[in-house]
């Protein structure tokens, strides 16, 4: 009897201790759920398309086609700026890098000799994130201000492993008469190559730089699968000069660009792998766009913006409006996106899904688009600004876009005002070629309103860019 008793105990206590372990297993996936991961894949001037789903005929991307079948496909996705620093500033704090001090005439991004960088004072992703005790890597290009009060780890991630600025710059040389953007040798580019705070291989050796991300982006996953991660795989390609791997090299009938994307594309794959291994791609978010547009004065060494006007450095659709796909198997809605969105509703967004409280001290210009990810509404957003560096040189209210100034991609000459401004309709005219401004005077006077507003709200601070 005795025995019989202590044998029902035992297997009482047993079910117990199942019943609690699974009370706590159900509250940990809660909470997983309450906190998912988050995953920025950001690319370095890949133009609108160069994705084979945005119709390049000879550039193959399986993976990210892949990830925006199953996911979704944007086709109305913009940056803050079409050039690094400030694109990048505008991602990290879901502001308009004039807010921040992040962009500059004069000097359009960051060099190696800069003093500035971003202040202190704003809030990026990862920082906010830390509210909730995420696990943050910055992995790939950070180009926000290589001094120690400016790196990753003194924005909020606990770790970073990568290039401080771009790859092009550092540079030392080449011999007589060799173009060393066309004909690249790691040598050529003194970038250091950096874990934290460290420089451990300088000059970087860009030929395994994309390989080497994507080691580092599949190990941080495989170490935090049990806890709420970001991820922010900036990677420096396509940014010539261009180096991949030797198992890409001449794989693609579009040349070293297209081998180039390949890679990256390789990488979006492994990344995707990874998640599924850890079992934890239903509980993040990825995003995959690029920093600006396509760098056209690089001829085939560039990419494509497709069907839009103008690259990298100019405030054409080209130069702003990315490729872009989000996943998140399980709780986005399938398919192709042609909401407004932008680089700058990634911070409120994520802070929102994250529950995570941000201050009400600053003017943020981002707005919360996971009601468009999951198909049940619409975000806030109804209009974008088109900065080249400090001024406003385009604004979009819905499918209407006005063009106040334009200018050269690159260079600083040749400013041309237009009053009235240039007006397309983007729906309708996606490559920019019909204006239609003489047949809409009421949108131009609305819109010519709406930037009057806009520059209102911009309050002068230093200058991270021009600071010596
Ligand atoms: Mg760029």
């Known amino acids: 009897m005795k025995l019989f008793s202590s044998r029902i105990l035992t297997q009482v206590l047993l079910i117990t201790a199942l019943f609690i372990s699974q009370l706590a297993f159900a509250k940990k996936q809660n909470e997983k759920r309450d906190c998912p991961n988050f995953i920025i894949i950001f690319v370095d001037d890949m133009g609108y398309g160069d994705m084979s789903i945005n119709g390049h005929p000879t550039i193959k991307t399986p993976n990210l086609d892949r990830m925006a079948t199953e996911g979704q496909k944007w086709t109305n996705f913009y940056v803050a700026a079409p050039v690094c620093t400030p694109s990048r500033a505008g991602l990290m704090t ?154 890409f090299e001449g794989i693609s009938l579009r040349g070293t660009y297209g081998d180039v994307i390949a890679e990256i594309d390789w990488s979006v794959g492994r990344v995707m792998e990874a998640l599924k291994k850890n079992g934890i791609a239903e509980n993040t978010l990825v995003v995959f766009t690029s920093d600006n547009g396509p760098w056209l004065i690089h001829n085939e060494n560039g990419g494509s913006a497709g069907l839009l006007k103008g690259g990298k450095g100019g405030t054409y659709e080209g130069g702003m409006r990315e490729p872009t796909v989000f996943w998140w198997p399980g709780t986005l809605k399938e398919g192709v996106v042609c909401d407004m969105a932008t680089t700058m509703d990634l911070l409120p967004t994520i802070s929102k899904l994250a529950g995570v409280q941000l201050p009400t001290d600053r003017v943020y210009d981002g707005y919360d688009i996971f009601p468009i990810m999951t198909g049940k509404g619409k975000s806030d957003r109804d209009v974008v600004f088109y900065y080249r560096d400090t001024e406003v040189f385009a604004v979009r209210k819905g499918a209407y876009k006005a063009h106040f100034f334009t200018q050269a991609d690159s260079g600083r000459k040749d400013v041309t005002m237009y009053d009235p401004p240039l007006l397309y309709n983007l729906n309708v005219d996606p490559s920019e070629k019909y204006n239609i401004a003489d047949q809409h005077p009421d949108i131009i006077v609305e819109i010519k309103k709406i930037k009057e507003e806009h520059e209102a709200t911009v309050v002068p601070v230093e200058n991270q860019l021009e600071k010596r």
């Open 94 to 247: 879901g502001r308009l890098p004039i807010r921040s001090g992040m962009c500059s005439s004069k000097k359009r991004v960051l060099f190696p000799d800069s003093k500035g960088g971003l202040p202190e004072k704003e809030i990026t992703i990862a920082k906010a994130l830390k509210q909730k005790d995420y696990a943050t890597a910055c992995i790939g290009k950070w180009h926000l201000g290589h001094l120690p009060q400016y790196t990753p780890t003194s924005h909020g991630f606990d770790y970073f492993f990568g290039i401080p600025y771009s790859n092009d710059m550092d540079r030392i040389d080449g011999p007589d008469n060799v173009d060393i953007i066309r004909q690249p040798k790691i040598d050529y580019f003194n970038v250091p190559l950096m874990r934290n705070s460290e420089i451990i291989e300088r000059p970087a050796d860009q030929t395994t730089i994309t390989k080497r991300y994507t080691e580092e982006a599949v190990k941080f996953i495989g170490e935090n699968k049990d806890n709420p991660f970001f991820i922010y795989l900036a990677h420096s390609m396509p940014h010539v000069p261009l180096f991949r791997s030797k198992k």
